[in-house]
């Protein structure tokens, strides 16, 4: 970099290549001239250059079948074989993209306002993935550096996530380090694909104490065929989390699937937005002198039975139908089975109708918006006096009340359910956790007496039985979250595993924000069907652990030297995370095939070929 620097940019550089021996036969190699090309570097913008090289005419390389070549080993620390852009340019192009969560245009402005040099966004992409690839070979030429970090103890996260069915992706996380350790497109959650990720990670890093991960199928079966193929001593472990929401969707499933049919057929939602709709249009000329009334009305108890005028009336009102709408609220952020939705749009109706009896009772609306406070009784009583609905809602609120008893046995409770150990109020420690197997055996035993004693309605009933099932079925991956390992001089130490695989739900989330942010786009099922799998991996340079063992703590204008170093060591396509088009979509339909099958005249083709057919041998015609 310090020659292109002092270079006087109106002669081409040139750069002379040492080597001239051929290592395959020992002798002399020819000389030859590139001829002057351009080559674009933050250090030196566009400048252009002269590489003078050798070739031996008589050998080829074994692996690519190629004449064997020496290059400039001075150019070759700048910028990667057959490239115009430099290493700088692409670590500068890769932490724009995928740390600093830049658009395409920001990123082409930075350039050319910062370095003044213009770049295209084809190949900003381009760079991007570019750099993505030296980082994967990068990990793998740290997998023994990160073997032996990981040799005391450590844990395997493994999950996936898609977007709107498309596009999914496995990653592979250490726990206790937070380190990504790889990142994979798959069709679907196939036992032998997860397998054979799973199985490479193995090789490279180590053996884990646990493997941590969600109760689909495929997952389950590809670990515990590692676990035996592998002849491993690691325990698999469930997530907790998903465990509870997997029971709380069996315990509620039905009943929940009912009373959201029955409040369809009643049509409330949309009654209440309809009243609400004609209410607003009467406001409407003063709606913000009414809503500073409704401020005043809530917050001065001497108003709240007071008589209103016509036009306060119908604000009142329209604010009481709002307030059952906002339903969505009493949710906290939570989705079902944590929370039930409908059963607390079904609370908000009671209370509604409640208050709106209880001024009715004072005589506080006006005569002219009588009619409005009648019509809304009668949409809240349709729904709260509705038999069937109020059965459903205590069958409801009879298998809450078995489901939030085992939440509190399996201490997740309400606010800690969707959190990593060290975020959670009261985090987990060793005296709890050991002692919850215990814990959890009493809570199956209480719940086979309370079946004999007959004294428990049949939703409730129903709820035992589903969380006995489930205890059987999943109790030996439950438990065994605290591991007992020795230091470097021999101590003993006692570390927990996270009970819950919220640290990859976590960092899917905040995969996806980045994306979103980088891309512009909401809805990131395309985004997710074309994204390289490895800006997952991007998260490990801002790991201070990660960032000493595999980047020899450089900085990120310290990297060209690495990165140089890398494209000797190895390929990206030699990397376990390589793949291949036809491996990444299952075999059903690759791009290169979709050109070919999906092109008009392949669709003639096969109509042409259709005709030839004699139509007697069918028995049937289209």
Request: charge should be neutral; charged fraction near 25%.
């Amino acid at each position: 970099m310090h020659i292109i620097n002092c270079h006087d940019c109106s002669q081409p550089l040139v750069f002379i290549t040492i080597a001239d021996v051929c290592p395959s036969c020992g002798r002399q190699m020819e000389h030859k001239n590139s001829g002057a090309r351009e080559i674009v570097t933050l250090a030196g913008g566009r400048i252009s250059i002269v590489e003078e090289y050798f070739v031996c005419t008589r050998c080829k390389d074994s692996k690519t079948g190629n004449r064997i070549i020496h290059h400039s080993e001075a150019l070759r620390r700048i910028l990667p074989h057959n490239s115009k852009y430099g290493y700088d340019i692409e670590i500068e192009a890769g932490y724009l993209q995928y740390a600093d969560n830049m658009q395409m245009d920001e990123i082409r402005d930075t350039f050319k306002n910062n370095y003044g040099i213009s770049i295209r966004q084809s190949q900003i992409h381009e760079l991007g993935k570019r750099f993505l690839s030296h980082m994967v070979v990068n990990h793998y030429r740290s997998a023994q550096k990160l073997a032996e970090l990981f040799r005391s103890g450590c844990v395997y996260h493994i999950d996936a996530t898609c977007e709107a069915g498309r596009g999914m992706e496995l990653v592979i996380k250490e726990g206790w380090t937070g380190i990504v350790l790889g990142a994979w497109k798959i069709p679907t959650e196939n036992e032998e694909i997860i397998k054979k990720h799973l199985k490479s990670v193995v090789d490279k890093f180590g053996e884990p104490v646990a493997f941590v991960s969600d109760m689909g199928n495929g997952m389950i079966a590809a670990i515990t065929g590692v676990i035996r193929e592998m002849n491993l001593r690691s325990r698999l472990l469930v997530c907790h989390t998903h465990f509870i929401k997997a029971v709380g969707k069996y315990i509620y499933e039905k009943a929940f699937n009912s009373l959201k049919s029955q409040l369809k057929k009643q049509k409330t939602l949309s009654e209440l937005n309809r009243i609400i709709k004609e209410m607003g249009d009467i406001i409407n000329p003063q709606v913000a002198v009414m809503r500073d009334y409704l401020k005043n009305w809530q917050n001065n108890n001497t108003l709240i039975h007071c008589c209103h005028g016509e036009m306060e009336s119908v604000a009142v009102l329209r604010a009481l139908a709002q307030w059952v709408l906002s339903y969505a609220s009493d949710c906290n952020g939570e989705c079902f089975p944590f929370a039930l939705s409908h059963l607390y749009l079904f609370k908000r109706c009671v209370v509604a109708l409640e208050s709106l009896l209880v001024l009715l009772a004072k005589d506080c609306f006006h005569e002219n918006a009588t009619k409005y406070a009648n019509r809304l009784q009668l949409i809240l009583e349709g729904l709260v006096k509705n038999p069937d609905i109020q059965r459903t809602v205590l069958n409801l609120n009879e298998s809450r009340s078995v489901f939030t008893e085992l939440r509190t046995v399996m201490r997740l409770e309400k606010t800690d359910v969707y959190k990593q150990d060290k975020d959670k109020k009261t985090p987990d420690k060793i005296e709890i956790i050991s002692k919850l197997k215990e814990e959890t055996s009493l809570y199956r035993i209480t719940l086979k007496e309370r079946l004999d004693t007959g004294t428990f309605s049949d939703a409730q009933i129903d709820a035992f039985y589903i969380i006995l099932s489930y205890f059987d079925q999943y109790e030996s991956w439950l438990f065994g979250h605290h591991v007992v390992l020795y230091d470097d001089s021999g101590n003993i130490i006692v570390k927990l595993i996270e009970r819950s695989n919220n640290i990859m739900e976590r960092s899917f989330n905040d995969q996806k924000h980045q994306i979103r942010r980088r891309t512009g786009v909401k809805n990131l099922g395309y985004v997710f069907e074309h994204i390289f799998p490895a800006s997952a991996m991007i998260v490990n340079l801002e790991n201070p652990i990660y960032q000493k063992i595999a980047m020899d703590s450089k900085s990120r204008g310290e990297l060209v030297n690495l990165f140089s170093s890398l494209d000797d060591f190895m390929e990206y396509s030699d990397t376990p995370m390589y793949q291949d088009e036809y491996e990444i979509v299952g075999g059903r339909l690759p791009k290169s095939d979709r050109k070919i099958v999906g092109n008009p005249e392949f669709t003639k083709f096969i109509n042409t070929l259709s005709g030839n057919i004699c139509k007697s041998e069918l028995s049937f015609s289209i």
